[in-house]
């Protein structure tokens, strides 16, 4: 079904998030950071979430697909660290009352908490790249985020926990970030109250 970006949207993401109970776990000996899942228009108007393509000039995990984020500063709250790395890397200055919430936790291989914020961008979102952070930054619909044959789970010998990636047009999305985006799809977009810890990275993301 189409999502059509407006007031009525916004509305029943926010409830949805609020809803959710998310888990919080402790950043201790763990890097924290927060990533935003931002709401803004596909080109025709419809709901659609930002994710990027990051730079091949990073050191660490350079041209894969991720959703605007970083580390959290000291003081600062996951939700403030979401919204400056959004200014950052996508050139969106939002304020604080557009987070509508929080997703679970989610602990990566490489030492990572990852604190999921839920934004709203609404309409009109002008986003410029920056080239030092982003490559490329795309709208998924969330019609294309809910298409029936994604997520993809895979077993390898590695580890005992399923793999997750996403179908992105003709591209996969892997953990941490594809994770995040189906609790945000089954969260947000269908009021069902999922967990995704228990789901694995590729090994190529481990380190």
């Known amino acids: 079904m189409p999502y059509r970006l407006n007031d009525e949207l916004q509305t029943t993401l926010a409830r949805r998030v609020d809803r959710f109970p998310s888990q919080t776990r402790s950043a201790n000996g763990l890097k924290h950071a927060a990533v935003a899942c931002v709401v803004v228009a596909d080109d025709d108007g419809q709901g659609a979430i930002v994710l990027t393509r990051r730079s091949a000039k990073l050191r660490a995990h350079k041209g894969q697909w991720a959703l605007p984020g970083g580390r959290i500063d000291a003081g600062e709250t996951p939700f403030e660290a979401a919204l400056r790395e959004v200014h950052e890397e996508i050139g969106l200055l939002l304020p ?82 594809a994770a995040v985006m189906y609790q945000f799809r089954e969260v947000c977009l269908h009021g069902r109250h999922t967990r995704v810890d228990h789901f694995e990275q590729p090994v190529f993301a481990w380190k």
């Open 96 to 177: 604080t009352a557009n987070v509508l919430g929080q997703l679970d936790d989610y602990q990566t291989r490489s030492g990572f908490l990852i604190t999921p914020v839920v934004v709203w961008a609404g309409p009109g979102a002008d986003m410029q790249a920056n080239p030092d952070e982003v490559e490329s930054i795309h709208r998924i619909s969330f019609t294309e985020l809910n298409r029936p044959d994604s997520p993809i789970f895979l077993d390898i010998p590695e580890s005992d926990r399923p793999v997750i990636r996403l179908l992105v047009h003709d591209n996969f999305v892997h953990a941490p970030t």
